[in-house]
């Protein structure tokens, strides 16, 4: 077994030579003109470390680079979001104020061309929430000369008649009610009849013989007879027809867009809804 002092001895031998090894390294060139063999050793053996540290820094750099893009383009995304979503509300405003201003000169248009009825412009305020009943309210009442049994007109067609009488507004019966009857004629034939509602999207025309032609497609209007619309107001079109006796079932689909009311007119006077020769009289 060495003894301590032997193993110092060792231990500075081995540093001796190891100093002696670099000291040489330090003077020696691989080549003339070339690095010394020490430059090398610490090149080679740093070589590896540095190309790990600068792929290493590089993928971190890249890595980085990628979260803050990534991250821009979330906020850009959500600002897109943002901004689609108000262009839509905007374009959902400008449809609907198109909307409006297309029906408004539909109403217009069909002041201009019956000159001749006293009407009274209202809006739709709320809709009856029973299933069975087929009623409206309008914005109008007995402050604005609203009486019961006016009739209540669109430009496409007849919607019904006042039922009841607020100071401010006014219930009107539509045509598809089963309480509901309009006085009515073919537009081609001059076929007189009533049309009257069946509590569902459809009305009738009863009183039409079996002997009297008729064909889907033609329009029913108005006959001005009950006193209530004046004459060849549109009332709907024929859709089916099937012989019976003694009067043919008719089935007519109403010419007024009765699930989309928003504005209406009433007919103010009874004397001016009836028929012209009447009023001549």
């Known amino acids: 077994m060495e003894t301590a002092p032997g193993r110092r ?27 010394r063999l020490l430059s090398v050793w610490v090149a080679e053996a740093y ?33 897109l979001r943002e901004q689609m979503a108000a262009l839509q509300l905007q374009l959902n405003l400008l449809a609907a104020r198109a909307a409006e201003a297309d029906r408004l000169s539909r109403l217009l248009d ?8 006293p009407v009274l412009a209202a809006r739709v ?10 009623v409206i309210y309008i914005d109008r009442g007995a402050l604005d000369g609203v009486q019961r049994d006016m009739g209540v007109v669109t430009p496409d067609g007849v919607v019904g008649k006042i039922l009841e009488v607020y100071p401010s507004s006014a219930q009107v019966l539509m045509i598809t009610d089963r309480l509901s009857g309009v006085g009515a004629l073919l537009a081609d034939t001059r076929t007189q009849g009533v049309v009257r509602g069946t509590g569902g999207p459809y009305l009738v025309l009863d009183y039409i013989v079996s002997d009297e032609p008729v064909h ?7 006959s001005g007879l009950d006193r209530i619309y004046p004459k060849d107001l549109p009332v709907g079109t024929v859709v089916s027809c099937r012989p019976s ?11 007024a867009r009765l699930d989309r009311l928003e ?13 012209p020769d009447q009023r001549a009289r």
């Open 9 to 35: 001895s060792a231990l500075l031998l081995a540093a001796v030579v190891g100093l002696q090894v670099l000291l040489l390294a330090f003077q020696v060139r691989r080549r003339e003109g070339g690095p």
């Open 47 to 79: 070589a590896p470390a540095a190309r790990w540290a600068t792929t290493t820094v590089g993928w971190c750099r890249q890595l980085w680079r990628n979260y803050l893009a990534l991250r821009g383009a979330r906020e850009e995304n959500q600002r």
């Open 110 to 117: 069909f002041r201009r061309s019956r000159v001749d009825l």
């Open 125 to 134: 305020i709320s809709a009856s929430p029973a299933a069975s009943a087929r």
């Open 216 to 222: 889907p497609g033609q329009r029913v209007v108005t």
């Open 245 to 255: 006796s003694p009067f043919q079932v008719i089935e007519v689909r109403p010419a």
């Open 263 to 275: 504005e209406v007119f009433v007919l103010l006077s009874a004397q001016a809804s009836a028929p």
